[in-house]
């Protein structure tokens, strides 16, 4: 068995810190650009508005005409034109009188605010304004939303689709950010197939490769597959380090435990590591390690899928983000009354996966099963994480517990 | 102005029960499943664990066999080979004899249980046993994850990268999803030019365009963009009957306010819609707009992005979530103390941007604009989204509020 089991934080604190940001940023169209890193600052290329515009439909007006106007004591002036967005009105507007605008569209020179029409009665060429505005009132002054020059989003930012509106809004057609980490993913283990293949006597379908794949490229990260070795050390040598250079990081599946098959574990020390760590304190997933050859990480996940999932989130995610120089983001949380007494080994961080569903008024939080890292239907059946502390021994029935919400709850 | 503001729920009570989960299924490779909602239930087509296999590693033994070991009086138990996952020990295990295994193997025929190595020492070709273990300890059962013909997953769930791992563990290559709703985006406004040309007076740049395209994609959909068209009712009827032909769906952007160039309400309402609902009782985003034409919806948006987001997320989010039969995904969500008053009429909603931000162990939430659907840079420097129910008048400074969180707090 394992000897020692360092936690997680100290495992990640001794790879983090000589894990820097991908030195390479790319340039991509807005349509691709949603769900990447921004590399850079960018700025507002002009004012937004460019132009002091109207805040609503209505009629342009110097604000000095309307003061002292009511409903029983209107003011009356003749209307000049239409400025509408795309077709401004040309010319300029003398004191008393008016032009009648549309929202966003351009305030004609010479006015400064904007009666809406719920304020006015029109008469013909003239409009009735009932009640004052204010100076500047119902307009939207240039650069009062966006300077000339300002940073809009700072590098590191994840792009949302309404970042994407913003940075429309100022002209930019495309956006520079961060190139996807290439990762390269090595499969292991005598008895594991691909999907499709006929399953023989003890083998195993290859399930984490998809799933790796996917959470790789969720982050922003670019995949490479060096298919299925076999539980040989030489040959493990050979391929994880060819993987390791054409890649920024690799992942392997499978060979990590301690029995006499951890293949994998022998081809990465033979690699001579600067950091090695074999085995984590975490439920499910002790055996997933982490180690750092020649600069470049190397995560060796389980090959249960169970605990290569936990593997991936306590080490490969930390490491993207920190390629990325991004931040992760915020998950789905919500607070429910455990149904069944959770115990664990203190100095273990543990991953259970629930079932959250309601009951009457009350959120339950039904776990699914603490250990077995080869439960897999956890994984269909569950809809929420909960995670167990270092310092706790576990939680009691009834107590209430905050759960990430993998789906909609039951 | 509006005269009358149909709620959100109203305005949805007339659309989505004439909408129904678009009837086409696709097989798609299992790389590309996540993201994607099943289109069947779909079940295990044989028992996981398929064969009775090891939790540990250790020796497989007969349990019998090992009652009344302990430390001081241990057993002792001639080893008769190995089983490994990919090799298994070939053979029947007599009385009294053992195995030793790693974890994954079958567990070999005349074996029910299996013993850690903590409880065992090697002696040559012998192990001594110090702990009894029961019938079945330390073995998964075939079957005791998922039985042959048990629903994995049902219709209607959103694929997770961990659900694809748990198909493949079945040797699933290929999943039944939804086929994307189809859904034709037609921009409007003669002020309005895509990013990348130059920007003559008063012109603004398509900013919702990518925006909705990327939001569509996120959610499942399939759009096509049919360009810029200028604000003529005639054409507007063209391209809007072209596009609803050529989809499930159309959403336009512009022209929808009550002002004298509302062209897309006018072309839509020539389309002789069921269901017509011209303005909703929300702020920002009050003219966003929804119909029925020939059994296909049509959201028409405000063509300012902060509104256009608002009209998405009421109208068209749950348009497209009943196309795919999907449930909406959870959110984020974080509990903060309100930094200033929040004001608005009652039966209105609001979907107010706050920047949340802590300071010291409190979160604090800073609203950044409730009206203004122009506000642009509430989209890049707001982190949350505050939203505030109809039957509020809103809230005070000082109120604890539950906040979307769209991005990591400051």
Redesign the interface.
């Known amino acids: 068995?394992f000897r020692y089991l360092v936690s997680i934080n100290e495992a990640l604190g001794q790879v983090l810190p000589n894990v820097g940001v991908i030195d390479c940023v790319e340039e991509v169209d807005?349509?691709d650009a949603?769900g990447r890193v921004l590399a850079k600052d960018v700025e507002a290329p002009f004012d937004?508005?460019?132009?002091d515009r109207a805040?609503v439909?209505g009629y342009a007006v110097r604000a000095e005409d309307t003061f002292g106007s009511s409903r029983t004591n209107p003011i009356r002036l003749p209307v000049r034109g239409?400025?509408?967005?795309?077709?401004?009105f040309n010319g300029t507007v003398g004191p008393g009188e008016a032009v009648?605008i549309?929202?966003?569209?351009?305030l004609p020179p010479g006015t400064n605010a904007v009666v809406p029409?719920?304020d006015t009665r029109r008469d013909g060429d003239h409009v009735e304004v009932y009640r004052p505005v204010s100076v500047y009132g119902n307009v939207?002054r240039a650069g009062e939303?966006?300077r000339k020059g300002e940073t809009?989003?700072a590098r590191g930012?994840?792009l949302?689709?309404?970042?994407?509106?913003?940075?429309?809004?100022?002209?930019?057609?495309s956006l520079p950010v961060r190139c996807p980490p290439r990762v390269g993913l090595v499969a292991t283990?005598?008895?594991?197939v691909e999907?499709?293949e006929p399953?023989g006597?003890?083998?195993?379908?290859?399930?984490?490769?998809?799933?790796?794949?996917?959470?790789i490229r969720?982050l922003g990260g670019r995949p490479k597959y060096y298919g299925i070795w076999p539980d040989d050390e030489e040959k493990l040598v050979g391929v994880i380090t060819h993987a390791l250079e054409e890649n920024d990081m690799v992942i392997t599946t499978g060979g990590v435990?301690?029995?006499?098959?951890d293949h994998t574990v022998r081809a990465v020390q033979s690699l001579r590591p600067d950091v090695f760590v074999h085995g984590v304190a975490v439920r499910p997933g002790r055996p997933n390690s982490v180690a750092l050859v020649r600069g470049k990480p190397i995560v060796m996940l389980s090959?249960?899928?169970v605990a290569?999932?936990v593997g991936f989130e306590v080490f490969a995610r930390p490491i993207l983000l920190a390629m990325l120089g991004a931040?992760?983001?915020?998950?789905?949380?919500?607070r429910g009354r455990l149904t069944r007494r959770i115990a664990k080994p203190v100095n273990v961080k543990a991953f259970v996966r629930v079932r959250v569903y309601r009951h009457g008024d009350e959120v339950m939080v039904e776990p699914l099963a603490l250990t077995?890292s080869?439960?897999?239907?956890t994984?269909?059946r569950g809809n929420g994480l909960l995670i167990v502390p270092e310092d706790l021994e576990g939680y009691d029935e009834g107590d209430i517990v905050e759960v990430q919400?993998?789906?909609?709850?039951a």
Chains 1, 2 share one sequence.
């Open positions: 068995m807005l349509q949603v937004v508005p460019p132009f805040a439909d239409f400025s509408r967005p795309g077709s401004p009648e549309a929202t966003g569209a351009p029409y719920e939207s939303d966006l809009i989003l930012t994840r949302k689709p309404w970042d994407v509106a913003v940075f429309a809004s100022v002209g930019y057609t283990g005598n008895e594991v999907p499709g399953l006597e003890g083998q195993v379908y290859n399930s984490t490769r998809v799933m790796v794949e996917s959470m969720e435990s301690v029995g006499k098959v090959g249960f899928p290569a999932l931040a992760d983001e915020p998950r789905p949380t919500v077995g080869g439960v897999l239907s994984l269909s919400l993998l789906r909609p709850p």
